[in-house]
């Protein structure tokens, strides 16, 4: 696809008439005023000029009416200085110079007088309306003309290179989004087929979803597609300083729109420009976003004009915040979600940004999308790239599976910390902690399976971490499963207590992380049978928003969401720490081994981990 701007003057020929225009007002001004031009004389005081005048030293005088000129004789083949003085009313003067042989004569008069002042006052302002009026019609005639301001800066995309050109195929893990806006290319490309039964298509369609999983990537895939004119612009390019510009814009985007239908119109970030007119609470009627939604709002209603059609596409990663005037049908009547992927989406992405790199005959595509859970597209193309960049710093000609294991974690925990070293003490903690974290998180279901624990520091404040990872994708989890998460949580901190009797600050992250995920039990699952199934949310409701945004509690039932919580998270300490203390030996036995390899993962630590089930089948059989 190429893409086609609005036309724009060379610059090297904006700059010609700009030298053009000055060159020419500075030419006019000194042929109408040249002594405003004219060098700069040195003036000396009248005495010092009648002294030279007694002395013989003045050849010629010219006498004006607010200034006298005169000039030396000549000395040493040199010509004569041409000085200047202020006159004084002196009758004698016209003597002395005849008397001393000094040639004399009058100024005469300036022959422009009034003109010549008249001009003086029109003719730089006339130079400088002739150089603004050349930037106003830069943008072409009529009153939009003025820097182009009310313009749209939509690019239109049409058929035409195909080196650039994005199709569906270039697009995965997005299956059912991509269905929904196949339809769309299909009625673009035949509309007698839906009209001959009836069937209206849907004149705007919203791309929701979080950031990064493809929905520009989609909208870019339909340009492709399509095969008819394709106007892409951000929802913050109608916004500017002017009140006015943003409808304007919006008026004349569809208007270029109409001309070339059947065509598309993608905007996106549409909660730029779409954000709801009631939770505002300041907006005023002649806000700036408002009448750009407002413009917007009545263009979506009528722009299908003689069987011609304008599709609107709209991208959001807020769909919350959007005016329900604008989702309504008639306008954006359809709403795709645009998904992270799973692990056959996060796979088959893998393979569409493996095309562009050299593998190696080890790389498991499937195996890097199993540690791969959450990532969206835009993460999986980032990761392709880091394990590139680092196969090409390590001087491989082809990218490894250790690569990738390398580019993962550093996606997930940051960046190698080898200047932070630690001393044997903090290591020794370090080691305890992370291990504990292994053995509770081994038999605690719901929070993946541990694949690997190292005590090298990464990140920003990450002495350690263990790494665990799903079997499967997993959109439910009953009571058991939180539970068991929050215990696996508490792990390291119940290590530290087993090993050392005492805590350090090390577990901060892992009791916040606890206390939310209890927090969410009571307030939102209603995991709680003394609350009972009633959800009690923190979030509080904006200004002038309409409908309740969570549950207002009395100090009773604030209470007993605090003595539930803290029953939640005392329950799995105690839990992990019965654990522990059954594998005190295994505990050891694997801290001892991470303190001298820093890092053990694989079929060893499964080896290992492994024996923790037959260490406590008994106690856990009994309880």
Known sequence: ??????????????????????????????????????????????????????????????????????????????????????????????????????????TPPSRNGWIGSLLSWVIPPLIFIGIWQFFLNRGGGGPQGALSIGKSKAKVYVEGDAGTKITFDDVA??????????????????????????????????????????????????????????FSISGSEFVELFVGVGSARVRDLFEQAKKQAPC?????????????????????????????????????DGFAVGGATVIVLAATNRPESLDAALLRPGRFDRQVLVDRPDLAGREAILKIHAQTVKLGPDVDLKAIATRTPGFAGADLANLVNEAALLAARNHRQEIAQTDFAEAVERVVAGLEKKSRVLNEKEKKIVAYHE?????????MTGGGKVEKISIVPRGMAALGYTLQLPTEDRFLLDESELRGQIATLLGGRSAEEVVFGSITTGASNDLQRATDLAERMVRSYGMSKVLGPLAYEKQQAMFLQEGPAGRAVSERTAEAIDQEVKEIVETAHEQALSILKANRDLLETITQKLLETEVIEGKQLHELLDQVQSAIAAPAGAA
């Open 173 to 230: 893990g997005v299956e059912e989004a991509k269905t929904e806006l196949v339809e769309i290319v299909d009625f673009l490309k035949n509309p007698q087929r839906y009209g001959e039964i009836g069937a209206r298509i849907p004149k705007g369609v919203l791309l929701v979803g979080p950031p990064g999983t493809g929905k520009t990537l989609l909208a870019k895939a339909v340009a492709g597609e399509a095969g008819v004119p394709f």
């Open 1 to 106: 696809m190429a893409v086609k701007d609005q036309p724009q003057p060379p610059r090297s020929r904006i700059i010609g008439n700009i030298l053009l225009l000055v060159s020419g007002g500075f030419l006019l001004v000194n042929l109408l005023f040249p002594q405003l031009f004219a060098p700069a004389v040195p003036q000396v005081p009248y005495s010092l000029f009648v002294h030279q005048v007694q002395e013989q030293e003045v050849e010629r005088v010219s006498v004006g009416q607010n200034q006298i000129r005169y000039q030396l004789k000549a000395t040493d083949d040199q010509p004569g200085q041409v000085l200047s003085t202020t006159p004084i009313f002196d009758l004698e003067l016209p003597k002395l110079l005849e008397e001393k042989g000094v040639e004399f004569a009058a």
């Open 435 to 443: 291990v504990g974290h292994a053995l509770v998180g081994a038999l």
């Open 264 to 300: 598309i119109i993608f905007i996106d970030e549409l909660d730029a420009i779409g954000k709801s007119r009631a939770t505002g609470g300041f907006y005023g009627g002649n806000d700036e976003r408002e009448q750009t939604l407002n413009q917007l709002l009545t263009e979506m």
